[in-house]
């Protein structure tokens, strides 16, 4: 089965990364095909040749949470940053990068711009991967 780009950047957007906690997404090399594992389920899979998936945002590592400060210091006005700090000190910063709609903090144009930030990470991480993949198939 050939791997789409929506396959890709769903498995590299869902990844835990964390194969002993929540599990990892993978690359099976000699099946060319994704799958998910984690220690706490072993599959046959894990002993033959894989690579992981690159994740968005790991496991206990709040990457995504420190891009979104770092674009709102970056973008936009000190009373609409000091808003949205006010809100994560509430509610945490995962829930401020949220729509309002959702009980998060963005109005819609403010989650337009940071979601055209997060695509364009996961389009850089996808690219990595089927770089990788191009190069095992040399």
Do not use: C
């Amino acid at each position: 089965m050939t791997i789409t780009d929506r396959m890709l950047t769903g498995a590299i957007a869902n990844n835990p990364a964390n194969y002993h906690g929540d599990g990892e997404w993978r690359y099976s090399i000699p099946h060319q095909a994704l799958y998910y594992a984690k220690a706490a389920e072993s599959d046959p899979r894990d002993q033959e040749p894989f690579f992981p998936l690159p994740s968005l945002n790991p496991d206990g590592t709040k990457r995504m949470e420190h891009a979104f400060q770092t674009f709102v210091r970056r973008r936009w006005s000190p009373s609409r940053q000091r808003e949205l700090e006010r809100f994560a000190e509430r509610k945490g910063w995962s829930l401020a990068m949220e729509l309002k709609y959702g009980g998060g903090a963005l109005e819609d144009k403010e989650a337009d711009e940071w979601q055209y930030v997060v695509n364009r990470e996961l389009q850089r991480l996808a690219a990595q991967v089927r770089e990788r993949i191009a190069q095992l198939n040399g």
